[in-house]
């Protein structure tokens, strides 16, 4: 799968593994969305926040952020959760019948393995935070929304 949705403009189109690109993730976060609400179910978005604090370099680095977390992620994710880019910036993970709590713990979890690599050091920092449903949002851009002016 191509990176269509736009990860790096003007970079080569290249593969990402599991991570799908903006519009493939916002096509299966509908179908969660709906499938959830049909069975009544929770989901969370996790939100990694990829800020570039130090303008050294070109986006090198941000590049190489981006990929190790993405890496990151794979690891530490199950089967069934799904990774994707929302913007040019953020990471997401969806985490199908994850409610308020259980996003809580799952974001501790990766708090935890993030404090073993020196992204700071690269002038990179990761804010992560979540979004659920239906407690942020009742719809698809409703969630997409409330991700997007997470700070």
Same mark, same amino acid.
């Given at each position: 799968m191509g990176n269509r949705g736009g990860i790096f403009p003007g970079g080569p189109e290249e593969p990402f593994g599991r991570i799908l690109n903006r519009d493939l993730f916002h096509f299966v976060l509908d179908i969660e969305v709906k499938r959830s609400r049909r069975y009544q179910n929770?989901?969370?978005? $996790?939100?990694?926040k990829i800020?570039?604090?130090?303008?050294? +370099? #070109?986006? +090198? +680095? $941000?590049?190489?952020?981006y990929r190790k977390l993405g890496d990151l992620l794979m690891e530490e994710t199950r089967e069934s959760d799904i990774i994707g880019s929302l913007e040019l910036d953020r990471l997401v993970v969806l985490l199908p019948y994850a409610d308020m709590k259980a996003g809580a713990h799952v974001k501790s979890?990766?708090? #935890?393995?993030?404090?073993?690599? #020196?992204f700071k050091s690269k002038g990179i920092e990761i804010m992560i935070d979540q979004v659920c449903f239906p407690v942020n949002g009742a719809d698809t851009m409703d969630l997409i929304q409330r991700a997007l002016q997470i700070e």
């Open positions: 929770f989901l969370c978005l $996790m939100l990694f800020k570039q604090f130090s303008q050294e +370099g #070109d986006r +090198g +680095g $941000m590049q190489a952020c979890r990766f708090e #935890d393995t993030l404090k073993y690599y #020196d």
